[in-house]
């Protein structure tokens, strides 16, 4: 795959820890909603990142979560910071949005995961997509929901869409543990749903095993992460 060179436009604080992430790339990229790019920080070194913008705009947004000094992400973002233009690879990935199905769907996601998802319900609310969504979006504590404030717009814009954050630390008026375990206790059968899941591998190793345990289609599974779990 021929790798792109992208402008680095901004890179911008959302919280402590989350970075948002503006490039332009020097042909407008072709990818469809769910998919993701690396960075390429060297010839064998190339780090992937979901793309949170929806297809067809001329920036591409992403979210990158660094909680460490010197970390996988907090390297990528000293990359960005110290370069006016960096190279890209992409797109990758088949868990990409489903628009023609006619099932309803549910979005699980944790941190970061949460560019996967902002991705497709641009696509969905720019396209007018009308078909139920849940959004569940876990994090540790209110202040790693660093877009909250969006997720609970497009909820009241779009009666279609209804967003349940979930948090493992108490957070008044918030539901309070495992994103999965909630997703679970709202629906005793998820045969009838698409479900899409980003966040650590774990996490897709638990919602693998729980969303079969009630229903859920594996084929209507989706999420990069399947793939590599055995």
Same mark, same amino acid.
């Given at each position: 795959?021929?790798?792109?060179?992208?402008?680095?436009?901004?890179?911008?604080?959302?919280?402590?820890?989350?970075?948002?992430?503006?490039?332009?790339? +020097?042909?407008?990229?072709?990818?469809?909603?769910?998919?993701?790019?690396?960075?390429?920080?060297?010839?064998?070194?190339?780090?992937?990142?979901?793309?949170?913008?929806?297809?067809?705009?001329?920036?591409? +947004?992403?979210?990158?979560?660094?909680?460490?000094?010197?970390?996988?992400?907090?390297?990528?973002?000293?990359?960005?910071?110290?370069?006016?233009?960096?190279?890209?690879?992409?797109?990758?990935?088949?868990?990409?949005?489903?628009?023609?199905?006619?099932?309803?769907?549910?979005?699980?996601?944790?941190?970061?995961?949460?560019?996967?998802?902002?991705?497709?319900?641009?696509?969905?609310?720019?396209?007018?997509?009308?078909?139920?969504?849940?959004?569940?979006?876990?994090?540790?504590?209110?202040?790693?929901?660093?877009?909250?404030?969006?997720? +609970?717009?497009?909820?009241?814009?779009?009666?279609?869409?209804?967003?349940?954050?979930?948090?493992?630390?108490?957070?008044?008026?918030?539901?309070?543990?495992?994103?999965?375990?909630?997703?679970?206790?709202?629906?005793?059968?998820?045969?009838?749903?698409?479900?899409?899941?980003?966040?650590?591998?774990?996490?897709?190793?638990?919602?693998?095993?729980?969303?079969?345990?009630?229903?859920?289609?594996?084929?209507?599974?989706?999420?990069?992460?399947?793939?590599?779990?055995?």
């Amino acid at each position: 795959m021929s790798q792109i060179l992208c402008q680095v436009d901004s890179v911008t604080p959302l919280t402590d820890t989350v970075f948002k992430v503006l490039l332009t790339p +020097e042909q407008p990229l072709d990818f469809v909603a769910g998919q993701y790019l690396t960075m390429v920080m060297s010839s064998d070194d190339k780090r992937p990142f979901s793309i949170a913008s929806k297809p067809g705009e001329r920036q591409i +947004e992403l979210h990158i979560g660094a909680f460490v000094a010197e970390s996988y992400a907090m390297q990528v973002i000293e990359h960005l910071n110290n370069h006016a233009q960096v190279c890209i690879e992409a797109p990758f990935g088949s868990a990409q949005l489903r628009p023609d199905n006619k099932r309803s769907r549910i979005m699980v996601v944790g941190g970061t995961g949460f560019s996967y998802a902002h991705s497709m319900l641009q696509h969905l609310v720019a396209n007018g997509d009308k078909r139920t969504t849940f959004l569940y979006w876990g994090c540790r504590d209110a202040a790693g929901m660093y877009l909250q404030h969006e997720a +609970e717009r497009l909820a009241q814009l779009h009666p279609h869409l209804s967003f349940i954050p979930v948090f493992d630390e108490p957070v008044n008026g918030a539901r309070q543990g495992s994103v999965i375990d909630a997703v679970c206790e709202d629906f005793s059968d998820l045969s009838g749903f698409d479900i899409y899941v980003a966040g650590r591998f774990e996490m897709a190793g638990v919602a693998r095993e729980r969303f079969g345990a009630q229903g859920a289609n594996s084929d209507n599974l989706i999420g990069d992460a399947f793939a590599y779990l055995k």
